[in-house]
């Protein structure tokens, strides 16, 4: 792990660890600017990540012309689109399935070393942690993403296997403080905060300051010089895309209620970006591209 790799990993373990205190002493960010506050910081901190997604289509395609950008484009947007389609149509579906595949996606973020099993536990922390206390605020804001009668069949699940994930994340840190102590304390913490703070702020810390600024530091460690610059001013456009993409699909939606709206064009968009996201991420890691460029896989031991 590099030297910005490991101070990132403590300014998390710090900003999470203040976070639970100040939740331990009843803290909480007013309802009404909660869902605005962390909203935009999901969109300005958490979904520029994936911008660097261009960076791998060069790397993987050899992609440099506008036929070739523009085949990249609607292989990206055919993607976003199925995950936008399974939305609408089979919304519980796709609630099950975006949690899952969040999951697997999120197991990616511990150093090199960590087991499938506690990479598992970790990437499903985030999601299943929040349910151990505060299922029905959980239920409610899945609610608002994929209706209510879909975070009612997905919920109560999630509510059961919170006390045993729980415990078997005690473990798996216990384990891992034996050999990455850094590591062990980014689960604790990440666990902790799930367990404390209210489910959206939970998300919205770890995918902001872990997640997101993690892909990035790994991103840019794995090229050099000039060619890391580059990358940063080639993943500004697909940045302004997506955010321009949001503020017009929120205007288009001004008649559903701001809550909704909000959670929704935040976490469909999100769901619709993740799938392509993963996918070529998979495709990273069969290539033969050298093996810094494939630390990013799930599959990774």
């Known amino acids: 792990m590099t030297p910005a790799l490991r101070l990132q990993g403590r300014v998390f373990c710090a900003l999470s660890l203040g976070l639970v205190v100040a939740c331990l002493n ?21 979904v520029p990540h994936g911008a660097f997604d261009v960076v791998f289509a060069r790397k993987l395609f050899g992609v440099a012309d506008v036929k070739g950008w523009a085949l990249f484009s609607l292989f990206y947007i055919g993607l976003s689109a199925l995950v936008v389609g399974l939305w609408y149509v089979a919304p519980s579906l796709f609630l099950c399935a975006f949690l899952a595949f969040a999951a697997l996606h999120f197991g990616a973020d511990p150093a090199a070393g960590a087991s499938k099993l506690a990479r598992g536990l970790y990437g499903g922390a985030v999601i299943v942690l929040p349910a151990l206390w505060q299922g029905a605020e959980l239920q409610r804001l899945l609610g608002l993403v994929a209706g209510p009668a879909s975070a009612a069949l ?45 489910p959206l702020l939970t998300f919205t810390v770890y995918f902001c300051a872990m997640h997101s600024p993690r892909h990035i530091l790994r991103t840019l460690a794995s090229l050099r010089g000039a060619e890391a610059r580059n990358a940063m001013a080639l993943a500004i456009w697909p940045t302004a895309v997506v955010l321009a993409a949001a503020a017009l699909t929120g205007w288009l939606a001004s008649g559903i209620p701001i809550e909704t709206r909000v959670m929704q064009l935040v976490f469909v968009g999100l769901a619709a970006l993740t799938l392509p996201h993963m996918v070529l991420l998979e495709r990273l890691r069969r290539s033969g591209l050298p093996t810094e460029f494939r630390q990013w896989s799930v599959s990774r031991p």
Not at 36 to 41: F, I, Q, R, S
Not at 188 to 193: D, E, I, P, V
Request: charged fraction near 10%; glycine fraction near 8%; hydrophobic fraction near 60%.
């Open 26 to 46: 009843g803290a909480r960010l007013d309802s009404r600017y909660e869902l605005g506050v962390t909203g935009a910081l999901i969109l300005l901190l958490g």
């Open 154 to 198: 997905v919920a109560p699940v999630l509510s059961q296997l919170a006390p045993v994930w729980l415990g078997a994340t005690v473990l798996a840190c216990a384990l891992q403080a034996r050999t990455a102590r850094l590591a062990a304390l980014e689960f604790a913490a990440l666990a902790a905060l799930a367990v404390t703070a209210p």
